[in-house]
C-alpha cells in the first residue's frame, strides 16, 4: 500500500480516527485552495 503520509501535516500528538470530515487535508489541496483564494481576491469570478 502507497505511504502517503507525506503529503498530511499530521500531529504525533493527535490520534486521527480515518475520519475525511475532520481529518487534515492533503498539502497539494490546501496549496490549492491558498492559491484559488488569492486569486479570487484580486480577480474575482472574471
Do not use: C, G, R
Request: aromatic share 10%; hydrophobic share 50%.
Amino acid at each position: 500500500m502507497p505511504d502517503f503520509s507525506a503529503d498530511f501535516n499530521i500531529d504525533p500528538e493527535i490520534i486521527y480516527l480515518n475520519h475525511a470530515a475532520v481529518a487534515p487535508w492533503p498539502k497539494i489541496t490546501a496549496e490549492a485552495i491558498k492559491l484559488f483564494t488569492v486569486q479570487n481576491s484580486h480577480l474575482s469570478a472574471t
